[in-house]
């Protein structure tokens, strides 16, 4: 997108630093995360509104994305099990997985410019699918990655109402070797952040229906 300006949310992580290193080859990028200025933690509204009113004389923002989640909680994996499941876990997992995006959204929505295209995106996974699981397990993931999907299904109607030339994604960006998948797939499998990062930004930029879930090959994914 010509003249664009992006916003990367997580850009400090795997996925998030490459995205935030490809965009950055050809247009204007910033990174958030933890540990840059301002911070971001998904678990405490009032930094996400503070990080939101500092970044706003900088936008607005093309595109925004969303590269935050995390699969082990508290040193806690996924649970295999229904027997696995512990409360503050699942709840701890919903904070980040869920609740903490959709305060991204309340937060950053804004950000975006009032009219031509742009992008809101939330990297999301393919096991949050309700009609594609088919191998059961990972309750909190699966369940707070399906409850992340349907926050920016929703927000797309808002959104819309304001910005009707936004486009909202929920996208799967494969399995991609990061520290978030290290311990739960082979040294050889998957992805690596940069060739993810290239699936996920052609995906981005070639999306015409807004409030809709895809994988990084563009392909849509049931709900």
């Not at 958030?32 to 509104?49: H, M, N, Y």
């Not at 996208?171 to 797939?185: D, E, K, M, Y």
Request: aromatic residues 6%.
């Amino acid at each position: 997108m010509a003249g664009e300006r992006s916003l990367v949310i997580g850009g400090t992580g795997g996925v998030g630093r490459a995205l935030v290193a490809l965009i950055g080859e050809n247009a204007a990028v910033v990174a958030l995360g933890r540990q840059t200025d301002p911070p971001v933690e998904l678990t405490d509204e009032a930094s996400l509104a503070h990080a939101a009113a500092v970044m706003r004389p900088q936008g607005p923002f093309t595109r925004i994305i969303d590269a935050t989640g995390a699969l082990t909680i508290d040193g806690v994996g996924p649970e295999k099990r229904l027997a696995d499941l512990d409360p503050e876990v699942l709840a701890r997992t919903f904070a980040v997985n869920a609740i903490g995006p959709a305060l991204l959204l309340k937060h950053f929505s804004g950000l975006l410019p009032r009219s031509g295209r742009c992008v809101f995106a939330t990297l999301s996974a393919r096991v949050g699918s309700i009609g594609d699981n088919f191998l059961g397990g990972w309750y909190g993931y699966r369940a707070s990655k399906a409850a992340l999907n349907q926050f920016f299904r929703t927000a797309c109607v808002e959104i819309a109402r304001k910005r009707p030339e936004a486009v909202v994604l929920a996208l799967h960006p494969g399995t991609v070797r990061t520290g978030l998948s290290a311990p739960f797939i082979g040294p050889q499998k998957g992805m690596t952040a940069e060739e993810s990062a290239c699936h996920l930004l052609r995906v981005m930029d070639a999306a015409t229906q807004s409030g809709v879930f895809l994988d990084y090959a563009g392909k849509t994914i049931p709900w």
